[in-house]
């Protein structure tokens, strides 16, 4: 258009109405479909900054995948690796900085009559605040149900056994330890492909034992909020939900 916006419209057959796609105003540029032709990826231009976005081919499910502003080129590469996946998932790696605070809480079954519940409330800490934990876990068996508990402040730490009074005890796993085993294991990710789910993007891959990984992303924020593990052939599954931001307080269970 003359003042410099455009939008993105599909024609469908030769000679036919072309279909507008995109409303987002600015300057909308270099549609490239998906290798199944579901979807189309195009560079954003808004505000003097340029983002991909990805959005269904009949204009629903709109998703910005970059906010770095300075991005040129969509392109879904192979019909094996999905870029865009690669989009967010370095966007999760990126976002680090912003999980320095949260509740994880998961669901594990092991597959052979045992299931544990986990409950973390975390702060990484900042300058001279020490790293906060506190952790319950819940597991039930064949041997009855059995609630473990521990609080870390700094490098001391406190544990009790369901209504036992509590000690102090070592820290045998850290504060940062205990988050990054409920943290997705994206070192691990390949062959990710990407899916939207509305405002989110759902990620999928297999893991090193053959079981599948779901991973439910914030596409704007790149925060991870749901993981879903399961092996078909172990019968092991795991949940782990993701909130992020201020715990609330954790405080030792023991005078100083």
């Given at each position: 258009?003359?003042?410099?916006?455009?939008?993105?419209?599909?024609?469908?057959?030769?000679?036919?109405?072309?279909?507008?796609?995109?409303?987002?105003?600015?300057?909308?540029?270099?549609?490239?479909?998906?290798?199944?032709?579901?979807?189309?990826?195009?560079?954003?231009?808004?505000?003097?900054?340029?983002?991909?976005?990805?959005?269904?081919?009949?204009?629903?499910?709109?998703?910005?995948?970059?906010?770095?502003?300075?991005?040129?080129?969509?392109?879904?590469?192979?019909?094996?690796?999905?870029?865009?996946?690669?989009?967010?998932?370095?966007?999760?790696?990126?976002?680090?900085?912003?999980?320095?605070?949260?509740?994880?809480?998961?669901?594990?079954?092991?597959?052979?009559?045992?299931?544990?519940?986990?409950?973390?409330?975390?702060?990484?800490?900042?300058?001279?605040?020490?790293?906060?934990?506190?952790?319950?876990?819940?597991?039930?068996?064949?041997?009855?149900?059995?609630?473990?508990?521990?609080?870390?402040?700094?490098?001391?730490?406190?544990?009790r056994q369901s209504d036992q009074p509590w000690?102090?005890?070592?820290?045998?796993?850290?504060?940062?330890?205990?988050?990054?085993?409920?943290?997705?294991?994206?070192?691990?990710?390949?062959?990710?492909?990407?899916?939207?789910?509305?405002?989110?993007?759902?990620?999928?891959?297999?893991?090193?034992?053959?079981?599948?990984?779901?991973?439910?992303?914030?596409?704007?924020?790149?925060?991870?909020?749901?993981?879903?593990?399961?092996?078909?052939?172990?019968?092991?599954?795991?949940?782990?939900?993701?909130?992020?931001?201020?715990?609330?307080?954790?405080?030792?269970?023991?005078?100083?």
């Amino acid at each position: 258009a003359p003042d410099g916006t455009g939008e993105i419209a599909v024609l469908e057959t030769p000679g036919g109405v072309p279909r507008q796609v995109t409303r987002l105003g600015g300057l909308n540029t270099t549609p490239t479909w998906s290798p199944d032709g579901a979807r189309l990826a195009f560079v954003g231009n808004q505000g003097g900054r340029s983002d991909i976005y990805v959005v269904q081919a009949d204009g629903s499910n709109l998703l910005r995948l970059t906010a770095a502003g300075q991005n040129q080129r969509p392109d879904w590469g192979t019909a094996s690796v999905d870029t865009l996946a690669l989009s967010v998932l370095q966007q999760l790696a990126g976002s680090e900085s912003r999980q320095r605070q949260g509740t994880l809480e998961a669901d594990a079954d092991d597959g052979r009559g045992t299931t544990t519940t986990t409950r973390i409330r975390f702060d990484l800490g900042a300058q001279a605040e020490p790293a906060r934990l506190q952790r319950v876990t819940t597991t039930r068996g064949p041997r009855g149900v059995v609630v473990d508990e521990e609080i870390i402040v700094g490098d001391r730490a406190w544990r009790r056994q369901s209504d036992q009074p509590w000690q102090a005890t070592p820290v045998a796993a850290g504060v940062q330890e205990q988050v990054r085993a409920l943290a997705p294991p994206l070192d691990a990710a390949q062959q990710v492909t990407a899916e939207p789910v509305g405002s989110r993007v759902e990620l999928r891959w297999r893991d090193a034992g053959g079981g599948e990984v779901t991973l439910l992303v914030d596409a704007l924020g790149g925060l991870p909020i749901q993981l879903r593990q399961a092996n078909t052939q172990t019968g092991e599954s795991a949940v782990v939900r993701y909130t992020w931001g201020p715990p609330g307080a954790i405080t030792p269970p023991l005078a100083p």
